[in-house]
């Protein structure tokens, strides 16, 4: 049973110099720095336990971030956690929802994140009381609570909650079995860390000659930029693993619609398996494929408009595990694979436990399904990912993974943690 | 020619409770509080003119957008202004691509309100320098430099370059005749000032009564959240204006999809022109009619999409003048009347900008058009719109009318404006 009154909620801006390293570059965020919104939840329950919440940043606008979660606190403190998540539909409502608050949404951009960020806290807490890592909580669920936690405005159109239930209810069978697999193999992955687009070629190959001594057999590598560079990188790594390796390509919303075409044209000799982010996140009609998206409405009408092949959900851009619910069932529903987006600080920590979750509760299939897999900033959490030949190995520990390490909060803390005044006054800032 | 170098950009939280009222409440958004975040642009230009740029925002949350103006600010402040109009489509991408700050957007929410408000205030300032208002300046402007503010990434596919040059052309001839015309007779415009959701039938039936005294020939309920009470008001107002004046529904995005069809069915009766938001402003295939929306691609679509009959722009909720030059463009292009959003704060000043100059140089026609008005808040502006016989007359004030009176700034600040020291004060806050 969940337990405690909300006491205390706090967001705290937390960033990464990765741009130093050209970590994380593509074809639109050639600098970034890998960034959260880290949310704190505190409640007077004799447990002592918080909860820990991320949404995912680039950098500059995290403060924006923090903000928009200073302003959505009075939604959540003082309520008890027994009824935020015993009505937790109504919860999520709520938070989306504000009558003033929502104009500068809805349910999109800034105040989506902030309500990942705190919806992610919350989740955490909810599984650390229950002594149960989230991907269990959410796997011996009833059909009917967990369907309770989902927002079916403005897809009831495509899934109702019956249908919901249903999708759930048949996959009780076999349920067993599927976690002992994932307990003994794992999810399998695929890795991004080899070829961002700012590494030069020697470091590309260096990277993925280790990953392949590491078992990797999936890659992924950043273009959109520049044309030229595209086909002698992506002729490099195709050669790299051979023909019989997969090899995504990801363009980061770089191209206008006749130029995905024509430059994805070119590029089809290397074989990539999907195009990542071809264009504007909004252009439903533009896409033939499609990832990140913003909201659930927007990945119904990618459903409903079969403009996507693989369906990429995202662990914080997305309203936490509640709207993520509703597009893993609505992707069941289409019979479309899910391939999980991750990276960043602490994507590949959430949303494991999702598509763990996903596989036994939910597609009950390994199919053409696998995971985005980045080798970086996995330190700075308390109970960071466990990757083993090349899948994830399902998380033990109780919470949703979200907790980072007290001097890791401290130390880059920004402005003020030892890292960033150290950069900005040798900036001169 | 622009003139001076960027010294100072502030933003500022101005709030007026309208809540208290219950003016411009409907069926998502209960209890507005009219707000906006105020930019002020100041250059080292000798003729000491400043830029006044304003974004629309429900109370709540303001600060958040304000914060958002703050961390865009670094792309404005020492730019000359010369440089920032003389290659203004690089400006306008240099603000929504932050490589960093789109992330949290992107061109969408939190970050782009507050891009409009930087923009608008930079529109402002030109129009100032110019000494014309923003519509003459728009209007004299020739089809290559008005093109060359327009940002067609991700429009490409239905809006070329030389398209838009095309259509601006082609208007040239009856040019002057049009502006003569709006000069004389100004723009048509419907109000929306009598049938808010919080307001009762009494209140209702005066206010019409009063409307139809000034002239009024069209009216907007808001409706959708609860049918009864909608047949009830609907009936009312349809009884009052009689069978041949024309009536407008918004349900604000209440509805799911099946729910609008549903609700709609039973009110057709009533005969209204046109169904506004009936559904997520995200669900393109879901619409039948849909407005306000977040910026040029998802309107893009819906007019691929043939998902509307009326377009409303929005002059703060869109990227400034720049991205609603693009709309204009492609209405004109796919065939759909402009009928704008105003209403909140200084929208009805900003739009109309927007409109008659749709009318002299992009439209060139009044048919099925209108443009929304509502008598709210306009004595807080130093040159407010004025309204004769139902229609917007031009203004003739040079700049783009987002200029507020200082002591009303300085009333409503939230929270240490008097009003608001008052108000919180008596909440015991």
Same mark, same amino acid.
């Given at each position: ?40 939840? !505190?409640?007077? /329950? ?16 995290? !403060? ?24 937790? *539909?109504? +919860?999520? *409502?709520?938070?989306? %929802? ?30 650390? @009381? ?10 011996? $669920? ?5 369907? %309770?936690?989902?927002?079916? *405005? ?27 697999? $994932? ?24 990277? #993925? ?8 057999? *999936? ?5 959109? =930029? ?7 990188? #992506?002729?490099?790594?195709?050669? $790299? ?9 990801? =363009? ?7 130029? =995905?075409?024509?430059? $994805? ?33 927007? +990945? ?11 369906? @990429? ?17 609505? =992707?069941?529903? +289409? ?16 949303? @494991? ?7 036994? %509760? ?8 696998? #995971? ?52 900005? /006054?040798?900036?001169?800032?």
């Amino acid at each position: 049973m969940a337990r405690g009154r909300v006491t205390r909620l706090t967001a705290c801006d937390v960033r990464f110099p990765t741009s130093l390293g050209a970590h994380g570059s593509d074809a639109m965020h050639t600098d970034p720095d890998y960034s959260t919104a880290y949310v704190t939840l !505190e409640t007077d /329950a004799e447990d002592g336990l918080k909860g820990y919440g991320i949404t995912f940043t680039l950098g500059k606008g995290t !403060e924006v971030v923090v903000c928009a979660v200073n302003a959505l606190a009075p939604h959540v403190l003082n309520k008890d956690l027994g009824d935020i998540v015993g009505d937790f *539909r109504g +919860f999520y *409502r709520q938070l989306t %929802s504000d009558s003033q608050l929502r104009w500068i949404g809805p349910e999109k951009g800034v105040v989506h994140l902030a309500t990942a960020a705190i919806l992610n806290a919350v989740w955490d807490l909810w599984a650390k @009381q229950e002594g149960k890592p989230l991907w269990k909580l959410l796997v011996d $669920m009833d059909p009917r609570t967990l369907s %309770s936690c989902i927002d079916f *405005r403005y897809i009831s159109d495509v899934l109702t909650e019956e249908e919901a239930c249903e999708i759930l209810q048949k996959n009780q069978a076999g349920k067993k079995e599927r976690e002992a697999q $994932m307990l003994t193999q794992g999810y399998p992955a695929y890795t991004t860390s080899c070829a961002w687009l700012g590494y030069s070629d020697d470091r590309l190959k260096q990277l #993925c000659t280790e990953a392949l001594k590491g078992g990797w057999t *999936r890659f992924k590598v950043k273009v959109g =930029a520049d044309m030229q560079d595209d086909v002698r990188r #992506c002729g490099l790594i195709r050669d $790299m693993i051979g023909p019989e390796k997969t090899l995504m390509m990801d =363009a980061n919303q770089r191209w206008d619609v006749p130029e =995905a075409v024509e430059w $994805m044209a070119r590029l089809a000799e290397f074989k990539p398996l999907w195009i990542e982010e071809p264009t504007s996140p909004d252009d439903i009609l533009g896409h033939a494929a499609i990832s990140r998206c913003h909201n659930r409405v927007i +990945f119904k009408q990618l459903l409903q408009a079969r403009a996507l092949q693989f369906l @990429q959900i995202d662990s914080c851009r997305l309203g936490s595990v509640n709207e993520n619910l509703s597009v893993l069932l609505m =992707a069941k529903k +289409f019979g479309i694979p899910v391939c999980p987006h991750a990276g960043g600080v602490g994507l590949c920590e959430l949303v @494991q436990h999702l598509i763990i979750f996903d596989f036994i %509760s939910v597609s009950a299939s390994l199919e053409n399904r696998m #995971c985005e897999y980045v080798d970086h900033l996995h330190e700075h959490f308390k109970y960071p990912v466990l990757i083993q030949k090349a899948c994830y190995l399902p998380p033990k520990d109780a919470g949703y993974s979200t907790e980072m390490k007290e001097e890791s909060v401290k130390k880059y803390q920004y402005p003020d943690g030892d890292v960033w005044r150290k950069l900005l /006054a040798a900036q001169g800032k």
